[in-house]
């Protein structure tokens, strides 16, 4: 047993989940490993009592977990986004093993910033567009014949690596100077960027091809502060008035 470690700003966001025996499961599983933040993003059937039989000893859990009606807003104060996944998927991203996630989580967590991790639907997992709302993927290994886990089982296992982590001696983020942006700030750059590219003729939104997932993920690599969000719409504000 691990003491007086526990993540105030590591939230698990569950989309969509169908089973509410899978909530429960998930809410001990994060118990288990010190997590107590969980937000539910548009339950099938929640709250329902299986939840909270399933949770044992974590109705605490699920009975303050948060509702919200989108991933965004799920996320919207989230410095740091992480998505898990099955499967590969078209676009790639940057990837994290279970391991370094539970790392980087711990430490971003102990510098401050606030930190989402989504699990996605049970039968479908996460859309390719809450993807990519994300900086980072993580995939769980599984033998090649079944790769998909049961939804609170990869809880499970992403919560251990996060409790592993600040179990042993994960090394700290170097020191930033700024903020980190927020989710919804990088949403509202991009919506700008998307806007001025149409209006210079750069970007056809009738044929839009990958140009906007591409700066999309450009965006998020890079992993910008506030204060680099305030330049680069200052930047677009500027064309604008020289155009229009
Ligand atoms: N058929 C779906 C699987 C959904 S399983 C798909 O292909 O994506 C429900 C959720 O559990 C997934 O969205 C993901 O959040 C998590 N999950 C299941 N298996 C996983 C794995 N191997 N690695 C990372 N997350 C996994």
Redesign the pocket.
Known sequence: MTDAITFPDVRIVL?ETTHPGNIGAAARAMKNMGLSRLVLVAPRDFPNEKAVWRSASASDVVESAVVADSVADAIADCQLVI?????DRRIPWPMLEPRECGEKVFSEATAGNAVAI?????????KNEELQQCHYH?????AEAY?????A???Q??AYEILQAARGDAPLEAPWDMEFASAESVEHLIDHLEQTLIEVGFHDPDNPRQLMTRLRRLLTRVRLDAMEVNILRGFLSAIEKKIR
């Open positions: 989309v998505g898990t996944s099955a499967r989504l699990f996605g639907r049970e039968a479908r997992g996460l993580v995939n769980i290994p599984t790769s998909s886990l049961n939804l089982m990869a809880v296992v992403i």
